[in-house]
């Protein structure tokens, strides 16, 4: 019996693979945070790209966020920039709200504001130490005219001042006494504020000898009509030693504060 013809068999398709390569897939840029943060008296806080100060001529100074939101400064507790964060707040003795830079964090927080005093004496008839008010109206340093200026007979030049909160509470005055009494439960902190009670009793002294000799030497000079007593050469050294003291009282007040924060964040 003659074997038939079996039909032609067809090539089976290829099966596709398992895993197919799918197209890169590209990721969105993270977001960009914002500029600004402002933090309100109420507890409220927004966030915004572009902040502006309106000093308007009739009525009170604000803040115009996004060109939308107003706030006037008194509403202001806080606000951050990439410059740092500031508080609004009353400075001791005043009733007028302030704004402070914040400097170092911690049990003792500090603070600074700096403001204008007249001097004599100037750099120039435009003076590169020159006073404005920033953002916020935080004092900020440039010349003329975005800061302040000055003349051969006087200007103005920037003064930097010191203030400290203890575990959130009012701002004080960064004083000797107000730091002995915040300081005093840490023994290594109070320790440098014995230091520092020694170097002002020197610098009393310093003042006292020295302002003594100079009296003495012009009485001296004056009184028997001769060359220039030697003791107002001796009295001007002298009087120099507080001028030198009072810069090392300054960095022991310092240490101490970071020595108070250092060691309370150890021992917790």
């Known amino acids: 019996m003659a074997a038939q013809d079996t039909p032609p068999q067809l090539n089976t398709p290829p099966t596709a693979p398992d895993t197919v390569a799918q197209p890169a897939q590209v990721q969105a840029a993270p977001a960009r945070p914002p500029r600004y943060r402002i933090g309100l008296q109420s507890g409220a806080v927004y966030a915004a790209d572009d902040v502006e ?25 806080f606000f951050d920039d990439e410059t740092g964060h500031y508080i609004r707040t009353t400075l001791p003795g005043s009733r007028r709200m302030a704004t402070l830079r914040r400097e170092k964090t911690g049990r003792i927080s500090t603070y ?42 006087g200007g103005y030049r920037t003064v930097k001042t010191e203030y400290f909160s203890k575990d959130g509470g009012p701002i004080q005055d960064m004083s000797y006494r107000n730091l002995s009494v915040a300081l005093s439960d840490n023994p290594g902190s109070a320790e440098l504020l014995r230091d520092v009670t020694r170097l002002r009793r020197m610098s009393t002294a310093g003042y006292v000898v020295g302002g003594g000799m100079l009296a003495a030497g012009l009485l001296s000079t004056f009184s028997a009509n001769q060359r220039v007593s030697p003791l107002l050469f001796i009295s001007v050294p002298v009087l120099l030693v507080p001028t030198f003291l009072s810069g090392s009282q300054a960095k022991k007040l310092k240490q101490a504060v970071q020595l108070y924060n250092y060691g309370n964040a150890a021992a917790r």
Request: cysteine-free; proline content about 10%; charged content about 10%.
């Open 53 to 77: 100060l309106r000093e308007p001529a009739l009525g009170r100074a604000y803040l115009l966020l996004n060109g939308q939101q107003r706030f006037e400064l008194d509403q202001i507790k």
């Open 112 to 153: 600074s504001i700096t403001s204008q005093q007249y001097s004599p004496n100037s750099y120039g008839p435009y003076s590169p130490y020159g006073y404005g008010f920033g953002r916020f109206g935080y004092p900020s340093y440039g010349g003329y005219p975005y800061g302040g200026y000055g003349s051969p007979y």
